[in-house]
């Protein structure tokens, strides 16, 4: 089956208000490493209009990864899960290399440096330990990326409807010094989608979030307003990656960068490669890495 039919039984599986949210993901800028399409390409599109978009913006490949990504965003990881399962049937199968053994003393040639790829924030880590190792290795990752816009959304989410109503009329009225209010004109009939987008257009996504502490605290809603920023805050603090420090090395220990391996990091991505030579037994090395 072609991309394009692939990614039209998908968008068809949505029904319409699930549609309009995956082409509000698609125009919002909210995914790593892809442009945002132009709202105007994607207002008034239906479902063939919007795979056509999606193809012309990413290709077919990048079409098909930015579709699974947008539906796990929405919660739908069963129909992201089918359209990945689907598409890796239909791709064709890397033809396998054949394994010749002309004899068993005979040594194989040596296999070329192996190349790794991180991409869309992942985290490569690919340790070379020379000598004994008898200690432990402890590796902990927290990724804790969320941005401006999904971390809003989420927030509205959690307003019921009477809350919602309310936090609507706050936005028209003065919240913060410095902050006009949104008209009540631009308001009517919105949903929380069309809320966080009203806001980042006209505040801006840190002050978008102020605005939201404050008219929740405004509504006695403190533990939503204190969660909002300490998320917020969490995404921001924690942005800095620090580059591995060479004299942490003890005089029987080097921390070297690896030879051979060729790595490449790509967007948000890290790549930790360290080469350790001498014996190690008994040592314990903690590695505490934290991407944002």
Not at 129 to 149: C, F, L
Not at 250 to 263: D, I, M
């Amino acid at each position: 089956m072609s991309v394009p039919q692939l990614l039209l039984e998908t968008l068809q599986d949505l029904l319409e208000n699930e549609f309009e949210n995956l082409k509000w993901y698609l125009w919002n800028g909210v995914l790593d490493d892809y442009n945002p399409i132009p709202l105007s390409f994607l207002e008034n599109a239906s479902r063939m209009q919007t795979v056509s978009q999606m193809i012309k913006c990413y290709g077919e490949e990048s079409a098909v990864k930015v579709t699974i990504e947008v539906l796990r965003k929405m919660k739908f990881n069963g129909p992201a899960e089918k359209l990945k399962s689907r598409y890796a049937a239909g791709k064709p199968a890397t033809p396998a290399s054949s394994s010749s053994s002309s004899s068993s003393s005979a040594a194989a040639p040596p296999a070329p440096p192996a190349a790794m790829t991180a991409q869309n924030g992942s985290v490569i880590i690919a340790p070379n330990v020379v000598g004994g190792s008898s200690g432990a290795w402890n590796i902990t990752i927290n990724k804790t990326e969320m941005q401006a816009p999904l971390l809003l959304l989420d927030t509205l989410d959690e307003l019921g409807a009477d809350e919602f109503k309310r936090f609507l009329w706050n936005l028209s009225q003065p919240v913060l010094d410095g902050c006009q209010p949104i008209r009540r004109g631009h308001l009517v009939n919105a949903d929380r989608q069309d809320a966080v987008s009203k806001m980042i257009d006209s505040y801006g996504e840190e002050m978008a979030v102020s605005v939201t502490a404050e008219i929740l605290k405004r509504m006695n809603n403190n533990n939503a307003a204190e969660k909002l920023k300490k998320a917020y805050a969490g995404g921001k603090d924690g942005g800095s990656t620090a580059a591995p420090s060479s004299s942490s090395s003890s005089s029987s220990s080097g921390l070297t960068l690896p030879a051979g391996a060729s790595l490449c990091a790509q967007g948000k991505s890290v790549i930790i490669a360290p080469n350790i030579h001498g014996t190690s037994s008994g040592v314990s090395i903690n590695m505490n890495l934290n991407t944002q």
